[in-house]
């Protein structure tokens, strides 16, 4: 039988990130992930880093390719009605966002946590949590053929939508709430130089589009598309057509394209689960919360939770107080409201539900109004950039 301090279920961002910070504190943690480590490491997601995150990446150690490589950006261009308006998060807020893919945060933080042999043990299975609610849990699972058990102080349920630590808590224990949206996202991943030197989101009448990057010289684009599509329907062809076909006649006419690398589509959600914390357990990220991805909190969300989570953390085994602990899910749901309600806001501005020609001029003339009200768009720009700490 093995003893931690902190057991840690996924091996995520929030996983990793919370295991790289409790270990320059100090503190030692076990990561139970139930894939390869070549899985989550080539796992395409998100890109787009706010600047607590960054902060956050530096406090852990593994902000120096980051601050390298990620493209540091002061604006964002919506695009309607066949025009462009850009939006100067710099100018409007004094912050601006970090593109950086998921994946390479990933990298950096598996390579930071192999410095500690066993601190991540890949490809475990049936994982289960026990006795949260005594001061002794404990979390069995299956590691190359063998059962084992992790005694530890705390579980950080970093597992993710489909993980166990949400799923195996009693019903009527917690509340969940949640929206689901008649669209999804199909993205396309390519070596081709990006279309903008910033990120643009356009609205049109066939469809939400999305063109981001992952660096000079590799883009990341997304087309609004139906639950029903599967990405065999949809040849490099196709989607270069459509995306065409969704922007400014002055965007299109500059778009590269080539062969993809990736295509995937994703279904949109909005889910919010109360509390954050049960007993010993405490739920941080994806398995306590999703958003859809317009505007990409969903990372950011995540590492929210860790900041506040390891700070009660390093200060329980520093002095023994329990205070920021006991604050933890009130203090994380704060801000996860608030990014629920940036990122509903958000993906209801941009996306065409069903036909609604009401909604439709109503989504017009917010739009314009974003255009020339700098009230609307400080607002905006200031939940995209992300709230400080002391706002949520
Ligand atoms: P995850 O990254 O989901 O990590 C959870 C980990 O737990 C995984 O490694 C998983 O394998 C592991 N796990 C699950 N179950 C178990 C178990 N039973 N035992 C052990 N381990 C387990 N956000 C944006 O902002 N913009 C985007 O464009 C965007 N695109 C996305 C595309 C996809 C396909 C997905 C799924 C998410 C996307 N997101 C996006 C959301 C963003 O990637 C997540 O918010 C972020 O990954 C959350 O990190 P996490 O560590 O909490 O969860
Ligand atoms: C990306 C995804 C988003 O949802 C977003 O709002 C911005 C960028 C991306 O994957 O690059």
């Not at 970090?98 to 490809?123: F, K, M």
């Not at 999804?184 to 903008?196: E, F």
């Not at 919360?289 to 085994?317: C, M, Q, W």
């Amino acid at each position: 039988m093995r003893s931690t301090q902190v057991a840690i279920i996924g091996a995520g961002p929030s996983g990793l990130l919370l295991s790289q910070l409790l270990s320059r504190h100090g503190i030692d943690s076990v990561v139970l992930e139930c894939q390869s480590e070549d899985h989550v490491q080539s796992r395409i997601r998100a890109g787009l880093l706010e600047w607590t995150t960054v902060e956050l990446a530096q406090e852990a150690g593994v902000g120096a390719r980051m601050m390298r490589e990620g493209l540091v950006h002061d604006g964002l261009d919506l695009a309607f009605a066949n025009g462009r308006h850009r939006i100067d998060l710099k100018g409007l807020t004094g912050k601006s966002v970090l593109v950086y893919g998921q994946n390479e945060l990933q990298r950096d933080l598996i390579e930071a946590r192999s410095d500690e042999p066993g601190a991540v043990l890949w490809q475990v299975s049936d994982v289960a949590v026990h006795d949260v609610h005594t001061p002794a849990p404990r979390v069995g699972y299956r590691h190359e053929g063998r059962c084992h058990e992790l005694r530890c102080d705390f579980v950080a349920g970093c597992d993710g939508y489909h993980g166990v630590s949400r799923a195996g808590l009693p019903q009527g224990s917690l509340a969940q709430y949640e929206r689901t949206y008649p669209f999804g996202w199909l993205g396309l991943l390519a070596d081709v130089p990006p279309l903008n030197p910033e990120l643009v989101y356009a609205s049109h009448a066939r469809g939400f589009a999305l063109c981001s990057m992952r660096s000079s010289r590799r883009s990341r684009y997304y087309l609004q598309c139906s639950l029903e599509d599967r990405v065999e329907q949809w040849s490099d062809g196709r989607f270069w057509d459509e995306l065409r076909a969704r922007l400014p006649e002055q965007h299109a006419a500059r778009l590269v394209t080539g062969p993809s690398l990736e295509k995937s589509v994703v279904p949109l959600r909005s889910l919010v689960t109360e509390p954050m914390r049960f007993g010993q357990l405490f739920l941080v990220g994806d398995a306590a919360h999703i958003v859809p991805p317009t505007g990409a909190k969903g990372l950011n969300l995540a590492a929210a939770d860790v900041r506040v989570l390891s700070r009660g953390l390093i200060e329980f085994y520093r002095s023994g107080s329990a205070t920021l602990l006991a604050e933890y899910s009130a203090r994380a749901l704060g801000r996860v409201w608030k990014a629920t309600r940036f990122s509903w806001w958000f993906t209801a501005l941009l996306h065409r539900f069903s036909a609604d020609p009401f909604a439709e001029r109503l989504q017009a003339a917010e739009l314009e109004y974003l255009a020339r009200s700098a009230a609307a768009s400080r607002s905006l720009a200031e939940n995209y950039v992300g709230l400080a700490f002391d706002e949520t």
